[in-house]
């Protein structure tokens, strides 16, 4: 990831120059742009009032900062109350515990074993006479204590004085379960109950001894107990199945009017705000958001810098997309408040989120397709229409429309060379973004959230439109500033400096005529190319009229400029020659600060020649040399260059070569026309003047023809008008 915008080395810390050149500053800038951003995605202003109580009069309308889900704990509570009521206690049967006990008083009295009965004794509390030990048989305790446990009974009778009302559930070992109701509850007898039944000689045992009744009276066992673990468990389950009741609040919400009273509605909206912002700038939730912003935008520029062939931004245009996408962002949070507002106070049924269709997140993509260029605002559409879906509730749909809007913006303002085209831009994304929001409300037609009717659809058509319109708006008021403060210049800016009554195009028409008319010569040349290829044509018809302004310094110098073609070299050196001429393209440099020509404009001027060699001065000096005294290097006959850097700077190169070529032919005829562009071309294509400015070999091949085209329309051949027309045509 270093090399993204560079290596770093301890050689960036040597000086102030050296560290404003550094990767450092990059990423600074890129640091700082995802702080903002992240800032804009967290913060929120409070203005929700410190103490509130129902009935009292609110003072100010309150709105939403932001979308919030607020959990009405009172409701919520409720529901849990009532779902812990549904809940009834779980009792366990056991009807094997008439068994386990009979089987004891089998073993006990079939033995007759005196240990047996010493522990009957201690364990009970009784004393049996040997007498009635004598005489007792299993049978006869079997039958009291079957008959007494033939029904439910319960440790204490207490446990179900809460339940008859509600009921309980009655469940036996083999997971069967029974619900028994208030009448039911009555007739069920505690375990104290039972005992005293048996010993007053209930249930068959009136024949039996005391001692007797007394030892089934202690036998005898409760078959029904209280199951704490299933009931809380059951509890536990019921209260998973409640779902919180959720109060939606979305941005710019009006919570409450001024002049309203507060209802317990209003209070538990304010404290569940106030709840939500005590949470909401935890260090963990600002570094995620961070962390997401940063990689959407780096990762986003790391795969564009290297698999998108023309996306190559300079520092300059970093800078300005990243004030651009904090502009974009900052215009959408202040819409997105300011629509709920007017959603709050027109009151027409209007879908709150149809206003966010009208915000013109396309604008930016536009503007950075008319200052920069097309993939540089495809990446920057992309990144854009992500951040615009979070900013609106992490809305797919809005992000899938704001894709479709800003590819639209980028892709309708190609070369915009007047400011009717910018208008026509906004109709055609408005179009697009008529489609997509349509296309977007069919989509969700059975949707539960928003009901499609043809209400609705009018309305998203509607801001749909408006905001389409919006994004020419936005690059209009925008490109001017751009300009300004990044040194930009756009079609628009073109289009000033093709005036010709520039201060600077009218003193080249002054004092260097030639020149002028050369310029504007190369200026068609150089605008047909652009167009064969795809360049931009008005850049290079505007850069051809600037390309030679040096010579306004030393107009006689140069041949168009001479009428009688007296050279002033005659009695100059070759050196001092090739001085002179190459000294046109700084003269050019020095015009273009002084008059604040563009950068764009300027670089272009510097180009033009390239690294060229001044031929005719170098092989005068080489045949005038004295191979004993003198040496000539190469170095002082060439122009100081640099080559051209772009298409357009390539073909004004071309252009100029070709039409200052073929206006020294004597003869132009077609064939030779085509001939000296053709040598022309191919002789800066072998020199390598072409080889940093991306034209094709068949790029070079459309320029020929369209060069070759334009100049056999300029030098065509007349035919001699006869004497006689020419005495009439005088004399009338």
């Known amino acids: 990831m270093g090399d993204i915008f560079g290596r770093m080395s301890m050689a960036d810390f040597s000086g102030w120059e050296a560290f404003k050149e550094s990767p450092v500053i990059s990423w600074i800038c890129f640091a700082a742009l995802s702080v903002v951003i992240t800032f804009l995605m967290t913060f929120s202003i409070s203005d929700i009032p410190e103490q509130t109580m129902a009935g009292t009069v609110a003072q100010r309308d309150i709105r939403a900062d932001r979308n ?154 409760p078959n029904m107990a209280f199951n704490l673990e299933e009931t809380e468990h059951r509890k536990k389950a019921a209260l998973a199945n409640v779902q919180n009741v959720i109060i939606k609040v979305d941005a710019g919400e009006t919570i409450v009017r001024a002049g309203s009273r507060y209802e317990p509605r209003h209070l538990i909206i304010l404290e569940g705000i106030r709840k939500e912002k005590e949470k909401t700038f935890t260090p963990f939730k600002i570094f995620g958001t961070f962390m997401l912003v940063a990689l959407v935008i780096i990762s986003s520029y790391y795969f564009a810098e290297r698999y998108i062939r023309k996306f190559a931004p300079q520092k300059q245009d970093l800078y300005f997309m990243g004030v651009v996408l904090i502009f974009i962002l900052v215009v959408l949070r202040i819409s997105v408040g300011l629509s709920h507002a007017v959603y709050d106070s027109i009151g027409m049924g209007i879908p709150i989120k149809a206003f966010y269709y009208a915000i013109p997140v396309g604008g930016a993509a536009m503007l950075i397709r008319f200052i920069l260029n097309s993939e540089t605002a495809l990446v920057f559409s992309i990144v854009a229409s992500v951040f615009a879906g979070v900013f609106v509730g992490g809305s797919l749909n809005y992000t899938s429309y704001c894709i479709v809007s800003c590819i639209a913006a980028a892709a309708s303002i190609a070369y915009a060379d007047k400011r009717s085209t910018i208008l026509r831009a906004g109709v055609y994304t408005a179009l697009i973004n008529v489609l997509a929001a349509l296309s977007i409300q069919l989509i969700h037609a059975n949707s539960l959230a928003e009901s499609l009717s043809w209400t609705n659809v009018f309305w998203y058509i509607v801001f749909a439109i408006v905001g389409g319109f919006s994004c020419s708006v936005i690059v209009m008021l925008i490109t001017p500033l751009a300009e300004y403060l990044f040194g930009y210049t756009t079609d628009i800016k073109l289009l000033e400096l093709a005036n010709l009554n520039h201060p600077l195009l009218r003193e080249l028409v002054i004092r260097a005529p030639g020149t002028y008319h050369h310029s504007h010569l190369v200026g068609i040349l150089a605008e047909s190319a652009c167009e064969s290829i795809g360049a931009n044509p008005l850049l290079a018809r505007v850069a051809s009229y600037y390309h030679d302004i040096g010579k306004i310094r030393k107009p006689l110098y140069f041949v168009e400029n001479v009428p009688d073609c007296e050279s002033k070299y005659e009695k100059l050196s070759p050196h001092m020659s090739a001085l002179i001429v190459s000294s046109h393209v700084k003269d050019g440099m020095d015009l273009a600060r002084e008059y604040k020509i563009p950068k764009r404009i300027a670089d272009m001027i510097q180009q033009h020649h390239g690294t060229k060699m001044i031929s005719f001065f170098y092989d005068k000096a080489l045949k005038s040399k004295d191979p004993e005294l003198e040496k000539v290097d190469e170095k002082d006959f060439r122009y100081p260059g640099p080559k051209p850097k772009t298409r357009e700077a390539g073909i004004i190169l071309l252009a100029d070569a070709v039409e200052a070529a073929v206006r020294s032919l004597k003869e132009k005829s077609p064939s030779r026309i085509q001939q000296m562009v053709e040598d022309v071309i191919n002789g800066s294509f072998t020199e390598a003047q072409l080889d940093e400015c991306d034209l094709t070999l068949r790029n070079l091949h459309d320029i020929a023809n369209s060069f070759t085209k334009i100049l056999m329309g300029i030098y065509h051949q007349r035919i001699e008008y006869p004497k006689e027309m020419l005495e009439g045509s005088a004399k009338a």
């Open 68 to 221: 919030y889900e607020i959990v009405d704990e009172n409701a919520t509570n409720k529901f849990k109350e009532e779902a812990l009521s549904s809940i009834l206690n779980v009792y366990d049967y056991d009807p094997e515990i008439v068994k386990r006990v009979n089987d004891r008083i089998s073993k006990a009295l079939v033995d007759k074993d005196p240990d047996i009965k010493a522990g009957f004794e201690a364990e009970f509390g009784i004393a049996i006479p040997d007498d009635d030990w004598g005489k007792l048989t299993p049978q006869s305790i079997e039958a009291i204590i079957g008959k007494a446990l033939g029904k439910y009974v319960i440790a204490d009778a207490e446990l179900l004085s809460l339940d008859k009302v509600r009921g309980v559930i009655v469940r036996t070992p083999d997971g069967k379960e029974r619900i028994l109701q208030l009448k039911d509850l009555n007739s069920i007898p505690s375990l104290e109950d039972i005992r005293k039944q048996i010993l007053e000689g209930g249930g068959g045992g009136k024949h039996l001894p005391q001692s007797a009744l007394r030892i089934a009276s202690a036998l005898v066992q």
